[in-house]
């Protein structure tokens, strides 16, 4: 039976660690976190996992290392670690790499998540890493079948989420220093990582959908009811919890944001998300200008087919 992943693509600061541990929580299904950093900071550097533990010592991801091959070999993780960045940054490394680097990285990525799903017992992986680039690399492994969740948060909520920088805090889920980032910057990024991350899910055709944090913030549990419909997901108790306003409890993310590190997760409306006002239209106006039909209509706050939330 192969392995469902549900890849969660777009920009950073737009709620995908959320988003992880809300699915999950569902039944017979296990978050990931970001698991293009499991091996370069989980592994290579011992960074902690959600549950507090350094990875290597958690009692999830030890295990995870014991069933997966690779792991054995130190060196043979750096290797594998400098391809994974690779696959973060550009689209089909398969012509920027030796075609044994690449049968390597897609080889061992398939082993990975076969380890993964039979160490927590769960056919349905929930992965946040984001990049669309690592996505459209990893596409076709024998044995996974990937899904796509394109999460989407209006430009003016992650502008002024990268203003604010964050100072290294290990134990906190801060690895190292996180400077300001100007709007100029934000917004750029922004845009490109949203349309990388929009053509690889058109590719995938029905295979994925578009969410808006807006929306997941403001109305979370039919978002996350019509995300569980659509992935054939049980999210009833989770969605229970969420609309008594229970937290929700936090397993073993391997990396993400540092939220993550709490606890539980209680679900709440994120005011910087509602900013207003001239440096809003700014903002929205540059970012609109040349980008593709469905992200201005995002922008605009109106909806594609595609959408189901
Ligand atoms: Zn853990």
Redesign the pocket.
């Known amino acids: 039976m192969s392995i469902q992943v549900i890849y969660i693509t777009g920009f950073g600061r737009s709620g995908s660690t959320i988003l992880d541990i809300v699915l999950g929580s569902a039944p017979n299904v296990f978050g990931c976190g970001e698991l293009n950093a499991f091996v370069r900071s989980g592994l290579l550097r011992g960074e902690p ?5 350094p ?1 290597p010592d ?4 030890s295990e995870v290392v014991k069933a997966w091959p690779l792991a054995r070999d130190k060196s043979a993780l750096r290797a594998y670690s400098s391809i994974v960045d690779k696959a973060d940054r550009s689209p089909l490394i398969r012509s920027r790499v030796s075609a044994r680097a690449w049968d390597f990285f897609r080889r061992h990525s398939a082993d990975l998540y076969q380890a993964i799903s039979e160490v927590v017992g769960a056919v349905v992986l929930i992965e946040s890493s984001k990049s669309p680039h690592r996505l459209r690399n990893l596409l076709g492994l024998q044995g996974v079948d990937f899904q796509a969740i394109h999460l989407i948060r209006d430009v003016v909520g992650v502008v002024s989420s990268m203003h604010r920088g964050l100072a290294a805090d290990p134990s906190a889920g801060v690895a190292k220093d996180i400077p300001s980032r100007s709007s100029f910057q934000t917004v750029a990024a922004w845009r490109a990582s949203n349309h990388s991350a929009e053509r690889v899910c058109r590719d995938m055709g029905d295979r994925s959908i578009v969410v808006h944090m807006e929306q997941m913030i403001s109305s979370p549990v039919s978002t996350f009811e019509q995300v569980a419909r659509h992935y054939g997901l049980d999210l009833t108790r989770v969605c229970a919890a969420v609309a008594a306003n229970q937290p929700i409890p936090i ?2 993310p ?1 990396a993400g944001n540092r939220l993550r590190m709490q606890e539980n997760l209680v679900i709440r409306q994120d005011a910087a998300s509602c900013e207003s006002g001239a440096r809003s239209d700014w903002l929205r106006r540059i970012a609109v200008f040349g980008a593709s039909r469905r992200l201005r209509q995002t922008l605009m706050g109106g909806t594609t087919s595609r959408d189901v939330c």
């Not at 996992?49 to 533990?53: E, L």
């Open positions: 996992c959600s549950c507090g533990k990875v958690c009692s999830v991801w397993h073993h391997v």
